[in-house]
């Protein structure tokens, strides 16, 4: 056996969550290495629709004006549209004002970006470095190459199949039924123009598009139920010629959605099954943050915001625990908890409207009639605002009294 390498923190992923902790800590003062499997950058199905609040936690890693608009296109209002032909825009302050919009973020620029920040920052970044074992415990990490690695702390922020939370013996089912996404990019007619994001729903799924950087549109598809057993049947890409088909024109939507398929700008990715939880986010020398630290719902569009969210805490806590407060991990878990249960509770309340197409409409018809509950949901889904106030009986009341 070689000579083992020691570090302090050693961060698996290169993603978001993964580039922002690794400059959280290298800011304080701390040894960081991130491994990343993948040996260059490639498009994987995640999200890129999401809220000012995210922009804001961008910022406060270190990306400036330049940067953002790079990566970053407004939008100003994602618009929810039902079977029956409801339309909800929801906005997220300011009534979707370019001051405070969401924005389609550009993740080929966006990720290899932070990735670069971190580098400049002082971690170690090492590329196409696939864990093959690991002891979460003892802090020892086996690579595909064969060289082992011992840390003080492993970060597992390496998505929703994190090998971190496996060996771990954290990962847990969601609370939803199983679900498939498919996601890739097609090119926009007009990219000068600004527009809302759109989000489809029909009987047992969703499609959700989203203008973003580079002239471009992402299309994000979430199946459930009979649209699983085509899928298998028929395969992506007629599924998805079938779902794009069912898109009913708007004229602020210049894409010939009937005929997308055939002019995707990257390759079709998916993830099976899209949720899952944890039953812990540590343990004595590990911490999970993003989409490893447990994933709901992509219909709300939070889980970079969530990564970001969580990455920030996670420096905190490793950076205290480093520094011998034993309490540090465990208030970490208990901090994330804190912080996305209210949150969690509403996106199952939208799962399961979602699953009764009748209340669905239903509510739907009560937001796009009420400017105040329409407000409210945005903000709570923008994370501008607590989510309980979506919880709250009065709110749930007012939103569905005839």
Known sequence: MGAVERREVVVVGGGPAGAAIAIGLVRRGRDVLVLERAPTWRWRACGVFTSPATVAALGRIGLDAADLARVARPIPAMRVETPAGTRIRLTYGDDGSLRSPAVGLDRSVLDPLLLARALDAGAEIRE???????????????????????????????????????????????????????????????????????????????????????????????????????????????????????????????????????????????????????????????????????????FTGEGLHR?????????????????????????????????????????????????????????ARRLAARAGARETMGLVMGDLVPASRALDPRFVAGLLRP
């Open 128 to 298: 196409g470095a696939a864990v093959r074992d690991l002891d979460v415990d003892a802090g020892r990490i086996g690579l595909a190459d064969g060289t082992i690695v011992e840390a003080a702390v492993i970060v597992g922020a390496d998505g929703i199949r994190s090998i971190v939370a496996r060996y771990a013996g954290v990962g847990r089912n969601a609370f939803l039924s199983a679900r498939t996404g498919l996601t890739f990019h097609v090119p926009e007619p007009s990219p000068e123009v600004t527009r809302d994001a759109r989000m489809i729903v029909f009987d047992g799924g969703y499609v959700g598009l989203a203008p973003v950087s580079g002239g471009r549109v992402n299309v994000g598809i979430v199946l459930g139920g009979r649209w699983r057993d085509r899928l298998r049947n028929v395969g992506a890409a007629q599924v998805v010629a079938d779902v794009l088909g069912g898109v009913p024109p708007a004229d602020d939507d210049p894409v010939d959605w009937g005929s997308a398929v055939g002019r995707a700008c990257d390759p079709m990715e998916g993830a099976a099954p899209i949720g899952h939880r944890v039953s812990r986010r540590h343990g004595r020398r590990w911490l999970l943050v993003g989409d490893a630290a447990g994933f709901l719902d992509p």
């Open 307 to 363: 990564a970001l969210v969580s990455a920030g805490l996670a420096t905190e806590a490793i950076d205290r625990h480093l520094r011998g407060e034993s309490d540090a991990l465990p208030a970490y878990d208990r901090a994330m908890g804190a912080r996305f249960r209210s949150k969690d509770a509403v996106s199952l309340l939208v799962q399961a409207f979602l699953s009764r197409p009748a209340l669905f409409e239903h509510a």
